[in-house]
């Protein structure tokens, strides 16, 4: 957030930083389709800050970890993709 006076200079600004964690916990069927689509999200949030951080210290390692994450998704799609027996989960 930015303050800024009368004339509109910037008198202060902060932020705010979310520290929580939040984790799908990947028990009980259906663990694959959760795994995938949280994977996924992931690799969309890092491509966020990949975009962000161009010409910047990060930037190269940033698109690595998110084509590593979407590689991770599509790993678990791939193993489900074909019906392996009758209960398929995917």
């Known amino acids: ?3 800024r006076d009368n004339n ?3 008198k202060a600004s902060w932020r705010r930083v979310d520290t929580r964690i939040q ?3 990947l028990v009980g ?4 389709g959760v795994a995938y689509a949280e994977l996924l999200r992931l690799s969309i949030e890092v491509q966020a800050y990949h975009s ?3 010409g910047k210290p990060g930037f190269s390692e ?8 979407k590689r991770a998704a599509q790993a678990i799609q ?3 993709d074909e019906p392996h027996d009758e209960d398929s989960l995917l």
């Open 1 to 3: 957030m930015i303050k």
């Open 8 to 10: 509109g200079q910037i």
């Open 23 to 25: 984790a799908e916990l």
């Open 29 to 32: 069927d259906g663990w694959e």
């Open 52 to 54: 962000q951080l161009d």
């Open 62 to 69: 940033t698109r690595e970890a998110a084509a590593l994450l």
């Open 78 to 80: 791939s193993e489900y």
